[in-house]
């Protein structure tokens, strides 16, 4: 399978605790984005990377929230000191960024789905 | 401000022809996106627009007008299995990120 993957699928902690997900993009894929899901709402966009560089973060993306693409390849996002409202689905994506035309698709992973009780 | 609006629900009969609406106001425009989201599943992508006009891509098609702020995406001959939520989504900077508005969840009913 060549698509976007993303470990673990389900994640159940305890308000409180640390959790860390990962994300693996197609694999001559650039761009990598982090989106944020919740029922009944479209993704909301968290960060994303070129390459090894993060370029862009939400200002709604407390400092509980870390994001790493160590080697341009997979990236890891992390929430420290889960609370409840962190419960949603985490989604992956990934384009290729090919010149200033626009399009770059961005290509979704299954998601991580969080529940902080 | 960013804001992305498409109606929250639609109900279409299995055979027939729905069009979706969604209508943008974004700081920057660099393209609007179609997905389609089945429940519990990953998005996945179904069309984009930069310039305006129609394009076609078999039982789908997605129009944009960039003086309105507007585009709509058409479905012909539903089928069952189009039962699904769709997400308009804008581009409005280089930067790549997408804008998503709330989706619209569409049930097809035989």
């Known amino acids: 399978d060549t698509g976007v993957s993303q470990d673990p699928r389900h994640k159940i902690t305890k308000r409180g605790q640390n959790v860390t997900f990962r994300c693996d993009p197609i694999?001559?894929?650039?761009?990598l984005y982090w989106y944020r899901q919740t029922l009944g709402q479209g993704p909301e966009f968290l960060t994303y990377?070129?390459?090894?560089?993060?370029?862009?973060k939400s200002r709604l993306l407390s400092d509980r929230f870390s994001a790493e693409r160590p080697k341009g390849s997979f990236s890891t996002l992390e929430i420290q000191r889960t609370e409840q409202g962190d419960s949603a689905m985490y989604l992956c994506?990934?384009?290729?960024?090919?010149?200033?035309?626009?399009?770059?698709?961005?290509?979704f992973g299954p998601g991580t789905r969080l529940t902080v009780l | 401000g960013q804001n992305i609006d498409q109606p929250t629900e639609m109900t279409a009969t299995e055979g027939a022809i729905v069009q979706i609406n969604c209508t943008y106001q974004?700081?920057?425009?660099?393209?609007l996106f179609w997905y389609q989201q089945h429940a519990g599943e990953a998005p996945t992508f179904l069309s984009y627009?930069?310039?305006?006009g129609l394009e076609e891509k078999g039982r789908f098609s997605s129009f944009l007008s960039r003086s309105k702020g507007y585009s709509y995406l058409l479905l012909k001959e539903l089928q069952m299995k189009d039962s699904a939520s769709y997400l308009c989504?804008?581009?409005?900077?280089?930067?790549?990120?997408?804008?998503f508005g709330q989706g619209t969840e569409l049930s097809v009913k035989p």
């Open positions: 994506a990934s384009s290729l960024r090919a010149g200033l035309a626009g399009g770059d698709e961005q290509f």
């Open positions: 694999s001559e894929h650039n761009r």
């Open positions: 990377f070129q390459n090894e560089a993060q370029l862009e």
């Open positions: 974004t700081s920057g425009f660099n393209g």
């Open positions: 627009n930069v310039l305006d």
């Open positions: 989504a804008v581009k409005g900077n280089q930067g790549g990120k997408l804008i």
